[in-house]
């Protein structure tokens, strides 16, 4: 059986328990990280030497990044429609889960981490300032590439949408106005219909 190890609390944990949801894939989960350990001791090092979450193993094959284990779960689970077939949509979607780890989560991390994670009176304003102001026109590069798609790249959930919706999904949850993008909220509020979020979508941020 496969083995996910990751705290629910990890953003890059929700990306790869939705992906194994979405495609009907049958885990294990164990709690590690933050205050759950397990990442600093020996064992968990020499499954992944970077001492973070998520790591997977399957059948003996152990794999971490969390991008990378989604591709990994479509090519094994989701060829066609999760994981396109066709090169030039599946780069498409490789493209936009690039952007996720390079561009918007970048951005979009500060500010969470000044809201969610740092004690009130040692709040750093300026720097949930300077995260808003670099991740909204990001947000809307995103809403308008959503004006006349359904998911990312048309009328199917593919994987390039999980990455790109575990990270929206926390900044939807954070206590601050945020501009109207319509686009967005659709496809977000489409995302958070499905029954694959189900314990992901549904547990707050902390």
């Known amino acids: 059986m496969l083995k996910i190890w990751g705290r629910l609390t990890s953003v890059n944990v929700r990306k790869v328990?939705?992906?194994?949801?979405?495609?009907?894939i049958t885990f294990e989960r164990v709690d590690a990280g933050r205050q759950f350990g397990i990442v600093d001791t020996p064992a968990y090092?020499?499954?992944?030497?970077?001492?973070?979450?998520?790591?997977?193993?399957?059948?003996?094959f152990v794999l971490w990044e969390s991008n990378t284990i989604v591709r990994y779960f479509g090519a094994r689970h989701g060829v066609g429609s999760f994981y396109p077939e066709d090169l030039r949509q599946r780069f498409d979607a490789e493209r936009w889960m690039d952007w996720q780890q390079t561009r918007l989560g970048p951005a979009c991390s500060p500010v969470f981490w000044q809201w969610i994670r740092t004690p009130a009176e040692q709040r750093d304003m300026a720097a949930i300032a300077g995260s808003v102001a670099r991740a909204q026109p990001l947000l809307a590069l995103l809403d308008a590439h959503l004006a006349d798609r359904a998911f990312m790249l048309g009328d199917t959930l593919t994987m390039a949408d999980i990455p790109l919706g575990c990270e929206v999904h926390r900044w939807y949850g954070l206590p601050q106005e945020r501009p109207a993008l319509p686009n967005l909220e659709r496809w977000f509020a489409a995302l958070s219909a499905r029954p694959a979020v189900k314990g992901v979508f549904d547990i707050p941020l902390s």
Request: glycine share 12%; aromatic share 8%; hydrophobic share 40%.
């Open 17 to 24: 328990v939705w992906a194994a949801q979405e495609l009907g």
């Open 45 to 60: 090092h020499f499954l992944n030497p970077n001492g973070l979450v998520p790591t997977i193993e399957d059948d003996g």
